[in-house]
């Protein structure tokens, strides 16, 4: 009866670390801001010579720490050649939903490959994704328009889309701001609209899909990201301070995620 027992529970807890153990391979995509987090403050001549920046270095020291084995790549996504260096909600729309597949769409993977390589995977927009228009009352989802109308249809969409592939898990950012230096206040109060919007509409407890909030980072409440926080106040890129800082951060976020630590 006792070593019944102690099977049942060797089995119980096998079975429920077993998902978290069986996510290992992360992809992180991204284009200039989200490599500026990628690297924090790592020099670019050690990067070139290791290859390997603040999140990486995260993920070595939390590997050796918890005997874990968390691989995570980051990739350029869209490439600038042939699809285009454009990465907003229309653009994952175009790739992911409208031209699903198990081939690549305009050299770039859709869902079905990129959920058949990797566990996890996270994307974003850069800054420019906050250059919003105002809705025209005629929301198209096959529009590149920027405006809240299409970001909302396309959004949808592309939750629908990650629902099926409830064996991985997904993480997105919240919009990454202009400075004000950068931005039109109509433009800037929009994002600020989308990101909320994300955060306490779109977003769906229980699912496998997390919301990392950058922009709440990045603005710290404010209508703009903060000039303390950016490159300087005309250039909307994150500051190398800021980027080390919630590098760590978002390392944690993408352990927490794997781990069932965050619903």
């Not at 996270?122 to 420019?128: A, E, L, R, S, V």
């Amino acid at each position: 009866m006792k070593h019944r027992l102690i099977i049942l529970i060797t089995l119980i807890i096998a079975g429920c670390s077993s998902t978290n153990n069986d996510m290992k391979k992360i992809v992180f995509l991204h284009h200039s801001t989200g490599e500026a987090v990628w690297k924090g403050a790592t020099n670019r001549y050690i990067y070139k010579l290791t290859g390997k920046g603040d999140v990486q270095k995260f993920f070595d020291t939390y590997n050796r720490k918890n005997k874990t084995n968390y691989e995570i790549t980051a990739v350029s996504f869209p490439g600038s050649s042939p699809y285009g260096w454009n990465n907003y909600p229309f653009d994952y729309y175009n790739i992911w939903v409208k031209n699903a597949g198990t081939k690549p769409f305009m050299e770039e993977p859709t869902l079905e490959i990129l959920t058949n390589q990797y566990d996890v995977i996270i994307f974003k927009h850069c800054f420019p994704v906050s250059r919003i228009n105002a809705d025209t009352g005629s929301p198209d989802i096959n529009s590149d328009v920027k405006s809240l109308e299409n970001y909302k249809l396309q959004y949808d969409a592309l939750k629908k889309k990650m629902h099926e592939f409830p064996e991985n898990k997904f993480i997105v950012w919240t919009p990454a701001a202009n400075t004000k230096l950068k931005s039109k206040e109509d433009e800037a109060l929009r994002t600020r609209e989308f990101s909320k919007w994300v955060v306490n509409d779109w977003d769906q407890k229980g699912d496998n899909i997390f919301v990392w909030d950058f922009y709440n980072y990045e603005t710290e409440g404010g209508l703009y990201l903060t000039d303390s926080n950016a490159h300087s106040p005309d250039n909307s890129h994150p500051g190398v301070e800021f980027s080390s800082r919630v590098a760590l951060l978002f390392g944690q976020f993408i352990v927490d995620v794997i781990e069932s630590k965050i619903n």
